[in-house]
């Protein structure tokens, strides 16, 4: 059975940085893609990053130029540096394993989730 677990969050003031990390059990999530979304309060859930097949990356506007999302296929394990952090990038942050090995930001292509982890930025 595969889980993913994410750690990291927390609270931050607007400019700061976290890293949230995602560990996955029960399958090496490479060469599959791993995507990071998050949802704020009565919002819906919104693509953030990816990393696919070949260490390829890709980023939603809102965050291109401040996040990175990077992997560590030994420890099984992807990240997600956030840097720059502004108020409006406060969610709750989920990682996802795809079913596939390109990059997707559509969430119906990723079939199994994290619990999630909070990110609260200050003004």
């Known amino acids: 059975q595969v889980q993913l677990v994410e750690s990291g969050g927390g609270l931050v003031q607007a400019g700061g940085s976290l890293r949230l990390s995602c560990a996955a059990s029960?399958?090496?999530?490479?060469?599959?893609?791993m995507g990071w979304f998050r949802q704020a309060p009565g919002k819906e859930r919104e693509f953030v990053a990816v990393?696919?097949?070949?260490?390829?990356?890709y980023y939603a506007d809102s965050v291109k130029g401040r996040f990175t999302v990077s992997g560590d296929n030994g420890k099984n394990t992807v990240y997600l540096q956030m840097s720059g952090l502004k108020p409006e990038d406060t969610a709750v942050y989920y990682c996802?394993?795809?079913?596939?090995?390109?990059?997707?930001?559509?969430?119906?292509?990723?079939?199994?989730w994290g619990q999630g982890t909070q990110v609260t930025v200050s003004s």
């Open positions: 029960g399958r090496t999530f490479s060469p599959y893609a």
């Open positions: 990393r696919s097949s070949g260490d390829r990356l």
């Open positions: 996802a394993l795809s079913r596939w090995t390109g990059a997707t930001d559509w969430a119906n292509d990723y079939e199994h």
